[in-house]
Each structure stands twice: as C-alpha cells, then as structure tokens.
C-alpha cells in the first residue's frame, strides 16, 4: 500500500520570497515521486520527477524537491516566488511494483501576493 | 507534439442526454487514462487502458462508458448522468502501463473537459 500526506493545505509567500511545499510519503515499494502543478481551470503539469537515480531533482520553473528516505519526504523548494507560480500543487507516489496507478496527495495550495 | 488534446472544453448537458468526451495523444504512448476531479480536490481515477484494452476500472458507474478505438484516442460516453458528476474530466497518457524504465509513472494531463449536469 502507498499513500501521500501534503502537510500544508495553503501555503502563503511574497513574491521573491522562498517556496516550501511539505510531502511525506509511505510506500511498501521502491517509489517513483513527482510534483505536479495545476493552475486554474487547467490540467495537470509535471514538474519534476524522482525515479531513484539522484536524491535532489531539478524540475521546470526553478523548482525542485529532495528525496529523503530515512524522513519519507519528498518536500518542493524554490528559492523565489514568483506571482505565476501560483497555483495548486499535488505530490504523487508511484510504487515500484511492476503495475501500479498513481496515488495523490490533496494538493496545497500556493498563494503569492 | 507533448500535448493531450481533449475536446470540447466546456459541457452542459440533463440528466436524460447521451453525450462523449474525446482525448486524443499522438505521443505513442501506450496507456490512457481518465480521471475525475471535483472543485479542490485531487484528481480521482476513473479508468486506465493499456494496449487499447481497458486494464483498470475503479468501480465506476455503468452511465460512464470509456472506449478505446485506437492507440491515440479515448473516448467517455455519457449517459443518464446526475448533477453530483459534475467534475472537471481530465484524459492522461503515459508512456507505457508500468512503473519501471523510462517515463514510467509520468502522466501528461490534457486540460480537461469541465462537465455540468443539470
């Protein structure tokens, strides 16, 4: 079984400000991890993606997030906001199972004033 | 082309109506999906096709009806829905079905087909 906790459900900056956004995972499998994002009315866009090579993962739009095991997190950074990044943000897990779907955290949303 | 085209964008229709939701991929991918996400919620699974056949069916209702003509198109056929299916339906693909090897795991996300039912 797997499962993903985002531990914040809103999460506010000021532009220029750092982003962190919290996920804690649990999976009885090696997981694949990503961070999508998903502005208004749009569909989802991935951001970056941890697949078991390097721990820290460089994603899209100065965005990336570090894969910690001892922690089981998996928490998005960015060193500066910016007024577009924001936007609804959902943490998923993928166990290594040979088939699996998709499980995904319930989202925080970013508010940037 | 890394784009999931799904049409139409917008949908109203009753209860009583027969109508479909198209998704279209020219990615090659080999796995499609359909999920269903209501107002600040995560997206929810509906269906997964893998080699044109349907691999997953999360106890949908029988008044959703996903087909699969071919490797690039996914269709969602309504009918007899009720107004708690208003959703935003959003069509996924995927390299391939499994979570092993390269691209495994990542989705690309149409943008959705926002469905109301009166």
């Known amino acids: 079984a797997q499962s993903v906790t985002q531990l914040d459900s809103h999460v506010s900056v000021s532009e220029g400000t750092p982003v962190l956004l919290r996920c804690n995972y649990s999976s009885s499998y090696s997981p694949s991890l990503f961070w999508y994002v998903q502005h208004p009315n749009k569909g989802l866009q991935l951001l970056l993606k941890?697949?078991?090579?390097?721990?820290l993962v460089k994603g899209i739009n100065g965005f990336e997030a570090e894969f910690k095991k001892s922690e089981t997190s998996f928490h998005l950074t960015k060193p500066s906001a910016h007024m577009s990044d924001a936007a609804e943000y959902f943490c998923?897990?993928?166990?290594?199972?040979?088939?699996?779907?998709?499980?995904f955290g319930k989202g925080t949303m970013l508010l940037v004033s | 082309d890394t784009e999931v085209t799904q049409t139409p964008k917008h949908l109203v229709m009753g209860m009583t109506n027969k109508k479909s939701l198209k998704c279209e991929q020219h990615?090659?991918?080999?796995?499609m999906y359909w999920y269903k996400q209501k107002a600040k919620k995560p997206p929810e699974l509906m269906f997964v096709?893998?080699?044109?056949?349907?691999?997953i069916n999360e106890s949908v209702p029988s008044r959703f009806s996903p087909e699969c003509p071919n490797s690039s198109l996914l269709n969602l056929h309504l009918h007899a829905l009720q107004p708690e299916d208003s959703a935003l339906y959003l069509c996924a693909s995927s390299l391939t079905p499994g979570t092993s090897g390269f691209g495994s795991g990542e989705l690309f996300f149409g943008e959705g087909s926002r469905l109301t039912v009166l």
């Open positions: 998923v897990v993928s166990a290594d199972s040979g088939y699996s779907t998709l499980t």
């Open positions: 941890y697949t078991s090579a390097a721990t």
């Open positions: 990615m090659g991918h080999r796995a």
């Open positions: 096709y893998s080699y044109e056949k349907l691999s």
